[in-house]
């Protein structure tokens, strides 16, 4: 059976010392490893500047792996397939020795020639090393060459497509994997199962019995030490751009022809181009923005976002958004997606909240028990699905109480886990694209956001406006408010 599972390939981690690598990659190849999918035809080659041996990098990985319950049964022989290679991007002539330690390995391990490039480092390098893959000849192999990016992918629509275009002179589009750790996650590739695989869902999923749809991504922490990048991103484009338009393009796209990469991608891009560009003052009217202050959080002293390491002390960046997206299509005309995602909000959560349209008449008077019928999907911290629907109270007479049907799902995955790099790595080496970014995604979304960012950078906002521990600004209720409805709560569980 593991022989039938095993994907061979050479993996090449650019940025193999760094965060990313040994918190979530090397775990992630290692539960691929004790499943079967990576046995013995793999070997993975780590590259940065630090001049490293085999062995000081094995040690490394096997350090990465120690939280992992029982690994240290199988850790040396995953380690024994692990090389490293000092490497400097700019220099030619370092490419030559990666290619030459790539021919060997090929050939020691048995690889067909199937070769996967790992970019785990910043996107100014992308292109650069992109070209050079090409012109040093790693590509001149008979098996499959697949290359991931980690975002963010571009600042801006032009950035993105100037840097599309350098990976694009390297590989085809079909050979570019974007990475987006959301679309690991457990319940966010269940949405397609829920609304195509129930006939009671997908009948409803339209605007004759949904009010709205609310997606909500709030964590808890500040920006830590990533305030350099994060002041010139701001929650917009380090959220919304990918993540929770992503989240939405699942949630409002038509029902594929067929359950594949391309027909799947198809109707992302449908959805997407469906999505209301807003222009102007357009965007005040439906986009909120917010920055967190000072403040008290469960007895301890938090700074604002202006005081954090590297961080503007006049910042006009957002840590917070709010908006009414609409999609104009026959389906969705009419129904507002509300979003909203920030730091140092009351709750670390991921759910989408789906509303659906009160009954005509309410023949049981105004009782303030009969609440609405709303489909939640929790994506973290605890996974699973919730309908809340209405019943009678046990007792005489007619009275009504709220009752959840619940489903909770046996993984506890928590946010950017390996678990998720773990699916995503292995569709990759399976040539799965579906839920990783196309080209079309990316730029149909950065357009979006372009409109967005050119009226904000244009305006002060009276930032900060929330506090700590609060749910982000009273803006982003009002928002919600004036078309008759309210944010569904958010569950930490």
């Known amino acids: 059976m593991a022989d039938e599972l095993e994907q061979k390939a050479l993996i090449t981690i650019f940025g193999g010392t760094?965060?990313?690598?040994?918190?979530?990659?090397?775990?992630?190849?290692?539960?691929?490893?004790?499943?079967?999918?990576?046995?013995?035809?793999?070997?993975?080659?780590?590259?940065?500047?630090?001049?490293?041996?085999?062995?000081?990098?094995?040690?490394?990985?096997?350090?990465?792996?120690?939280?992992?319950?029982?690994?240290?049964?199988?850790?040396?022989?995953?380690?024994?397939?692990?090389?490293?290679?000092?490497?400097?991007?700019?220099?030619?002539?370092?490419?030559?020795?990666?290619?030459?330690?790539?021919?060997?390995?090929?050939?020691?391990?048995?690889?067909?020639?199937?070769?996967?490039?790992?970019?785990?480092?910043?996107?100014?390098?992308?292109?650069?090393?992109?070209?050079?893959?090409?012109?040093?000849?790693?590509?001149?192999?008979?098996?499959?060459?697949?290359?991931?990016?980690?975002?963010?992918?571009?600042?801006?629509?032009?950035?993105?497509?100037?840097?599309?275009?350098?990976?694009?002179?390297?590989?085809?589009?079909?050979?570019?994997?974007r990475i987006d750790h959301y679309l690991g996650k457990e319940m966010i590739q269940n949405i397609s199962v829920i609304r195509f695989a129930n006939s009671i869902i997908e009948s409803l999923w339209n605007n004759r019995y949904i009010d709205n749809i609310q997606v909500t991504l709030s964590e808890v922490l500040g920006v830590e030490d990533r305030g350099r990048y994060y002041d010139e991103s701001g929650a917009l484009r380090d959220m919304v751009q990918n993540h929770i338009l992503q989240i939405v393009s699942l949630l409002a796209m038509e029902p594929p022809i067929k359950l594949t990469t391309k027909e799947i991608r198809n109707e992302k891009v449908r959805a997407l181009r469906a999505l209301r560009v807003y222009e102007g003052k357009e965007v005040h009217q439906h986009f909120i923005r917010g920055q967190y202050g000072n403040g008290e959080v469960d007895g301890k002293e938090l700074k604002s976002y202006r005081e954090e390491e590297n961080v503007d002390p006049n910042s006009n960046t957002e840590t917070f958004v709010a908006a009414k997206l609409m999609i104009d299509n026959f389906r969705w005309a009419g129904v507002p997606f509300y979003i909203r995602t920030g730091k140092r909000l009351a709750t670390k959560a991921t759910q989408i909240a789906i509303h659906f349209k009160d009954v005509p008449m309410n023949l049981f008077g105004n009782q303030q028990s009969l609440g609405g019928n709303v489909l939640v999907i929790h994506i973290q911290p605890n996974e699973g699905i919730t309908l809340h629907l209405n019943v009678k109270e046990p007792g005489q007479g007619m009275v009504t109480m709220p009752v959840n049907l619940d489903y909770v799902h046996s993984s506890q995955d928590r946010m950017n886990t390996p678990e998720a790099y773990e699916k995503l790595i292995l569709d990759c080496l399976r040539g799965d694209a579906t839920y990783f970014s196309h080209w079309d995604e990316v730029s149909l979304s950065w357009n979006f956001i372009d409109h967005i960012a050119a009226v904000w950078t244009t305006t002060k906002d009276h930032f900060p406006n929330y506090k700590p521990g609060s749910m982000g600004p009273k803006e982003a209720d009002e928002l919600v408010q004036k078309d008759g409805f309210a944010w569904f709560p958010v569950v930490d569980e």
Do not use: C
Request: no cysteine; net charge negative.
């Open 18 to 177: 760094g965060d990313l690598a040994n918190r979530k990659l090397y775990p992630s190849l290692y539960h691929l490893f004790t499943k079967g999918y990576l046995k013995d035809h793999f070997a993975v080659i780590g590259t940065a500047r630090r001049e490293w041996s085999n062995e000081f990098f094995r040690e490394k990985v096997k350090e990465s792996l120690q939280d992992i319950e029982g690994a240290s049964e199988h850790a040396e022989e995953f380690a024994s397939h692990f090389y490293y290679q000092s490497h400097d991007v700019m220099d030619q002539e370092t490419y030559v020795s990666l290619k030459n330690l790539s021919d060997e390995l090929d050939e020691k391990y048995q690889l067909d020639g199937n070769r996967l490039f790992y970019l785990a480092m910043a996107p100014n390098f992308f292109g650069t090393i992109a070209r050079r893959i090409k012109s040093e000849g790693f590509t001149d192999t008979a098996g499959f060459h697949r290359l991931i990016i980690e975002k963010p992918f571009g600042h801006d629509l032009k950035s993105a497509e100037e840097l599309n275009n350098s990976l694009r002179e390297a590989f085809r589009e079909d050979e570019i994997y």
